[in-house]
Each structure stands twice: as C-alpha cells, then as structure tokens.
C-alpha cells in the first residue's frame, strides 16, 4: 500500500487563547503525492502561509495530525524535526534569506555544515547546485554583487543541494521583475521534472499557472482542494 507524501488530517491552528484566540487554520484535510507540484492559493490572512509553515515542520498545529512520509511528524521531538527539515526538505523564500557576508557557494554550503558532510563533499555537491542554477561563475560572489534573480538562484540551490524530497516555496518569485519569474519558474518546472515534489505559496494566478494542482483557502478552509490551471482560471475571476 502506498502513501501520500503529505497528509494533514483535521489540523487545527489557533494561536492566543480566549476572546483574542485567532483561528488560522479550522480542522484541513490534505493529501499531497510524491512527485506532485501544487501551489497554495488564497487571500491575505486565509491560512495558506500557516498551512505552509506546518507543511516545513517550522510550527506545531494545535489539534490533529502531519503525516510525512506516513509518519507522525506532528509528534516529532524538536531534534528530529530540525533533522526532518535539513534531510529531506528544503525551503525558498521570497527574500531570499542568504547571509550577506558569504559568497554564493559558502551560502549553499551551509545546509551541508549542519548535516554533517564532509568539507571535500560540501563543496562538491554546492558547486554541482549552483551550476545547475547557471550560476557556476558566480560562485564567489557575495548577494549585493548579484542580481535579484540570481540571488534567488543561490536560495534554490541551497534549498536542492541536500536532495530533499519535498521543495517548499513561499511566494518565490515576488520580488523579481518579470523576465527573472520566467527563469525562476522553468527552474521549478526541471526540479519537478526531476522529480522533487514542490509545494508553493503563491497570490499571482500566473504562477499558479505554472502548476499542476492548486489548493485555494479561505478564511482557515480549504475552498478547494484539487483545482487544475484552468479551473482555478475559472475561480479567479468569478
């Protein structure tokens, strides 16, 4: 029997208690396969970021159960949850988060350091990430001597170097001009090409395009769980 990669199941959200007590999330089910690419949709404060966040295992839920890998990681101990995260996730944000005062290949490196990996293999394996992102004549740079979108280039490579089985993006492209959303988006398509699932937060429909299921939440919910590209054309502009 197989198992989805991600399962939620009646996972629950509150943060603060009493009358102030907010309610991100109200009780979702989600099952997500392995090798799936699925963007997460929804308006400002509908739950999408909180359900991301409990996805990367970067927060707790409040009631129910995460299932990764058919495991109950909502029952992890923070070490193995900080293990989870380096082995077999990886993360881009729209900021890119790089350390400033590292070049490009220390920054991919660093995932490597926490891992363990031998100094010789870190640098192997962060140059082969950067070269796949194009950036193999970049490897010396710090950020400010790099473009936006190479910057973001740097945060997936990072993000891949450790071969995770799951790619979180939280809203990854809202901070490139249009021409680099192009590259970064056909990066994604080749790492699930590849066959890395991919989970992505995203507001701008034509990004979600780019998926091939998109999951759109509303006021804590899931609105709809399993909308192709055009349907959710359909829900946009309903």
Request: proline share 4%; with cysteine.
């Amino acid at each position: 029997m197989t198992f989805p990669l991600i399962r939620l199941e009646t996972l629950s959200k509150v943060y603060g208690t009493g009358q102030t007590a907010v309610h991100a999330l109200n009780g979702i089910n989600l099952s997500i396969e392995e090798g799936q690419y699925c963007a997460i949709m929804g308006a400002s404060g509908s739950g999408k970021s909180t359900a991301m966040n409990l996805i990367g295992c970067l927060d707790r839920p409040t009631t129910g159960s995460y299932y990764f890998d058919n495991q109950d990681v909502s029952r992890f101990s923070d070490e193995t949850l900080a293990h989870l995260r380096n082995r077999k996730l990886g993360f881009v944000f729209q900021q890119f988060h790089l350390l400033p005062h590292l070049t490009a290949l220390e920054n991919v490196m660093l995932p490597l350091i926490y891992a363990g990996d031998p100094p010789e293999q870190r640098k192997e394996k962060a140059v082969k990430a950067l070269e796949q992102m194009g950036l193999g004549s970049r490897l010396c740079n710090q950020p400010n001597q790099l473009s936006g979108g190479q910057q973001q280039r740097v945060a997936i490579a990072r993000a891949i170097v450790n071969n995770p089985r799951l790619l979180l993006a939280d809203e990854p492209t809202g901070a490139l001009d249009s021409r680099t959303v192009k590259e970064v988006l056909d990066i994604f398509q080749q790492l699930h090409d590849s066959g890395i699932t991919i989970v992505m937060v995203t507001h701008e429909v034509e990004v979600a395009r780019h998926s091939q299921r998109i999951v759109w939440f509303r006021d804590g919910e899931i609105i709809y769980s399993h909308l192709t590209p055009e349907e959710m054309m359909e829900v946009a502009v309903s």
